[in-house]
């Protein structure tokens, strides 16, 4: 594909506007409330493994920086293998891989369930078994991600993936409260044997599916180079390169609450495994908050991506240096919502800007910056908050996802020719942002400013002037008309329904999401 808008953009007929669309409109499709079902139970076994996992490994060493090691044995795999888990998605039948992976992760907690309740558990147990649960995570997680589209369609796809986020969150409100009561009532192993079990569901769900509503994506055929062409895909566009690089930065420093979060209630407050879950709690019901939010959003900006991203470590800031215990739980709450909000942005934003033959190998690469950093910042920031105390480490972390997210702002307003500009006069009207990008002076503005890396200065129109109008009927606004719900169709040809176009046809000029 060309790895630059083309004249032709700007010759697209128009479109309608896109309509906003019900918060659980994707329930109504019978193959996704299966899904959705099955993983509401999954999910919360998966948190009250989480949560159980950190505190046996805290009890058995008493050290934040064991729990850093177990998370970062988890998602070194993401690390080492993660774009082959991508290229797995791209090309076998995605139910069917997922029927797989469900059966093996449940598998593995029971095993852990089986030492835990047997008494024999050491901690090099729990590594291995992180380890195993990771190099499982690289093949389901990009498979679960892209398989979405083929329950839904491309109709729901935006909503569908907030509602996967809403699911996870709801599932966090639970998992965490219910792990605190077991773990401190009758121990661990009882909250993996939870998880082992929930696996049960999404199994159950899966083989329930009618194939044949399934919507056919074109699988990427076998041959050689795939992963150097995921990268170069990726390396030639602004609008995802960024917003990767951005999401690499937080995921890697920014979202280590297993250490912080068992470390301020073990050692701040000197509260047990309740305090721990209750922690979890509050950040999942900010999670789901913010999920349910950005299910109903029409359209997604990548300002607002960096402006979650610098909120979300700026409240990170404000809570590691809270000095009593309500005002540090209660922060966590909107901690949870901009987390949540920003991560939400970030997928939705990359599949929007994604070719669907692409989008395995695109989102694997995602999930493998945002998780797969983990096994260097769970140990750095567990060594700090051991050396230095959980206050600063939780602090270190938040000042490097804000100032992660203004670089990142700053370099997407130069390749789109722009400048920030702060509106802080007196009298600002409604609707009117306190932050704009708007055309640095010599400069013809986002729409077709040169310069830039590789001169695609106009592949990120950051110009807030396409929000009210003055650049409505632009490539932009219509690119966005036409996908509606609808991540990863942005850049493709409408009438190919998610289809790459056939041979010898030119493909269709790349348009990008407007900031």
């Not at 369609?153 to 966090?172: K, W, Y």
């Not at 082992?196 to 994506?217: C, N, Q, V, W, Y």
């Not at 006069?425 to 009117?432: D, F, S, T, V, W």
Request: charge should be positive; include cysteine; charged fraction near 15%.
């Amino acid at each position: 594909m060309s790895s630059a808008a083309g004249p032709e953009a700007a010759t697209e007929p128009d479109r309608p506007a896109e309509q906003k669309t019900g918060t659980f409109s994707s329930l109504k499709v019978r193959n996704y409330r299966l899904f959705a079902t099955g993983a509401v139970v999954s999910n919360t076994g998966t948190w009250m493994s989480r949560i159980a996992q950190d505190w046996l490994v805290l009890s058995i060493t008493g050290s934040s920086f064991a729990v850093g090691i177990t998370t970062a044995l988890q998602f070194l795999p993401m690390l080492l293998f993660g774009l082959y888990g991508g290229v797995l998605a791209d090309r076998y039948p995605k139910r069917q891989i997922l029927i797989l992976t469900q059966a093996v992760l449940g598998l593995l907690g029971l095993l852990l369930a089986g030492l835990t309740l047997s008494g024999v558990v050491q901690v090099w147990h729990v590594y291995t078994i992180a380890f195993l649960l990771g190099v499982v995570t690289v093949v389901d997680n990009p498979t679960r991600q892209t398989f979405v589209v083929e329950m839904v369609g491309p109709d729901h796809v935006r909503n569908a993936v907030s509602l996967n986020s809403a699911n996870f969150q709801s599932a966090r409100l639970v998992g965490p409260a219910v792990a605190g009561v077991l773990i401190t009532a009758v121990g661990s192993g009882w909250a993996f044997l939870f998880n082992g079990l929930s696996f049960l569901a999404p199994l159950t769900g899966l083989l329930l599916m009618r194939t044949s509503e399934l919507h056919k994506i074109e699988r990427a055929p076998r041959g050689k180079g795939q992963l150097r062409e995921g990268l170069r895909y990726v390396a030639g566009r602004p609008e995802l390169i960024w917003p990767i690089v951005l999401v690499g930065f937080i995921g890697t420093f920014g979202f280590n609450f297993p250490i912080w979060l068992s470390a301020f209630a073990n050692k701040v407050f000197s509260s047990g495994a309740g305090t721990y879950g209750l922690f979890n709690t509050l950040m999942a019901a900010g999670s789901l908050i913010g999920a349910l939010l950005a299910a109903r959003r029409s359209r997604t900006r990548l300002r607002m991506l960096v402006a979650t991203a610098c909120a979300f470590g700026l409240l990170e800031v404000v809570a590691a240096v809270s000095p009593v215990f309500w005002l540090f739980a209660l922060l966590l709450i909107p901690i949870g919502i901009f987390g949540m909000t920003f991560n939400a942005t970030a997928n939705a934003s990359v599949q929007l800007a994604t070719d669907p033959v692409m989008r395995g190998r695109v989102m694997s690469l995602y999930m493998m910056v945002f998780v797969g950093g983990t096994p260097v910042g769970g140990p750095v920031m567990g060594w700090v908050t051991d050396t230095y105390g959980a206050r600063v480490g939780f602090l270190s972390g938040g000042l490097v996802s804000a100032a992660a997210a203004v670089a990142v702002a700053l370099v997407l307003a130069r390749v789109g020719g722009l400048r920030p500009q702060l509106n802080l006069r007196r009298g600002r009207g409604k609707g009117e942002p306190l932050l704009a990008f708007v055309p640095r002076d010599g400069a013809s503005g986002a729409a077709g400013a040169p310069g830039g890396p590789g001169g695609a200065a106009s592949d990120v129109p950051m110009d807030d002037s396409a929000e009210d109008g003055a650049a409505e009927d632009g490539p932009a606004a219509r690119t966005e008309a036409a996908s509606g719900d609808e991540p990863g169709r942005e850049g493709e040809r409408p009438a190919t329904d998610g289809a790459t176009p056939p041979q010898g046809e030119e493909p269709a000029p790349r348009l990008t999401p407007a900031v």
